[in-house]
């Protein structure tokens, strides 16, 4: 097989996992049509206890909105980890208490902090109860939220906001080939470690190296972005061709003002597998929308709630279409402009990065 061939068919790959740019609103996975029959309005507000990892989203703006939309009394009650996992138990304590009618939890390590992994359940640290649906996961079976099997948790379901992984690296390697992926991950993000176990894994049967570097960890192992940008050199001195940006949360505060930036300035593109980091200034990423992501999830508390069904009989799902993004401006600058029929598919930036 030549090379041309080969790209040609990795490029075909990309375009059938990617499918067409979405727009929120349209996006009929998420946000029933008008015409759906809807079940009865409750007769008191739903009661939602939600846990953020690092603050307000657009998911939490999508969660919220879907809600108003379909005019269902909720009641919300918000609290955030602020990336403390010693606060778990209060807020744990605070649901036995309060005894709300679902669980809204974000990220892996929310996720795990509330209901443990699915073989390691303790009932006097984790909630086993109330029905929990979570959001913003990469991998749930590798995270051990649900049997390695993949089949249901009692009282457990939720939404998956990464593309495959093996979609993404086909994404790259159509852009741009590669004999080598760098990727920058914090080791007590359990989110990033089975991302990156999942590359390695690909990268053995597809025949490309894995270079990890991961943040320092201070000596209360909290992470540190001291030598943040150093890791990135060493990253591209070790031959890295892409550096591959995870759905990290500590590496997305630092994304937009050093990780990406460092990477400009040694001629490293990289690769976002989340909307945040293509905001941040990515080259290029396959995402999905926060805020379609936050409306998919309301969507699952409804099934759960007003259509009385058991929460393990929702299914876990990723949505339907991830957009395919190229920032043209960081393209220009690296001297690396996406090949010609990635116009057909993708969506082109030609803004700033956001302001995080």
Not at 185 to 203: A, F, Q
Not at 266 to 282: D, H, I, K, R, Y
Request: proline letters at 8%; glycine letters at 6%; aromatic letters at 8%.
């Amino acid at each position: 097989m030549d090379k041309l061939t080969s790209r040609r068919q990795l490029m075909a790959a990309a375009m059938a996992a990617l499918g067409a740019s979405v727009s929120p609103a349209v996006l009929a996975q998420a946000v029933p049509p008008a015409a759906a029959k809807r079940p009865a309005a409750p007769t008191r507000p739903l009661r939602i206890y939600a846990i953020t990892f690092r603050g307000m989203t657009d998911v939490e703006k999508g969660f919220e909105e879907y809600f108003a939309s379909r005019k269902i009394p909720v009641q919300i009650t918000w609290r955030d980890l602020n990336r403390d996992a010693t606060r778990m138990p209060a807020f744990i304590d605070e649901i036995r208490s309060s005894k709300p009618d679902v669980i809204y939890t974000w990220g892996t390590s929310v996720t795990l902090g509330v209901l443990g992994a699915y073989d390691a359940v303790d009932p006097a640290r984790h909630i086993t109860d109330i029905p929990v649906v979570f959001t913003l996961v990469a991998s749930p079976t590798l995270a051990k939220i649900i049997p390695e099997t993949g089949g249901p948790r009692k009282g457990v379901t939720g939404v998956i906001h990464v593309a495959p992984v093996a979609a993404q690296i086909q994404a790259m390697a159509a852009y741009r080939p590669f004999q080598k992926l760098g990727v920058l991950y914090t080791p007590t993000e359990r989110n990033s470690v089975v991302v990156l176990d999942e590359i390695r894994k690909i990268g053995r049967e597809r025949s490309f190296d894995t270079i990890s570097r991961t943040f320092r960890l201070d000596a209360q192992r909290k992470v540190t972005a001291e030598g943040a940008a150093d890791l990135v050199r060493e990253l591209k001195e070790a031959g890295a061709q892409w550096l591959y940006l995870p759905p990290d949360s500590f590496l997305g505060t630092l994304a937009q003002d050093v990780i990406i930036p460092t990477a400009m300035e040694v001629g490293l593109p990289t690769f976002a597998s989340t909307e945040q980091l293509m905001q941040a200034g990515a080259l290029s990423g396959l995402v999905s929308r926060y805020h379609s992501v936050g409306q998919f999830t309301a969507h699952k508390v409804e099934q759960i709630l007003l259509n009385k069904q058991a929460a393990e009989t929702v299914p876990i799902e990723t949505l339907k279409r991830f957009s395919y993004q190229i920032r043209i401006s960081v393209a220009e600058k690296l001297k690396l402009p996406p090949p010609l029929p990635m116009f057909n598919y993708a969506e082109i930036l030609n803004d700033a990065p956001i302001a995080q």
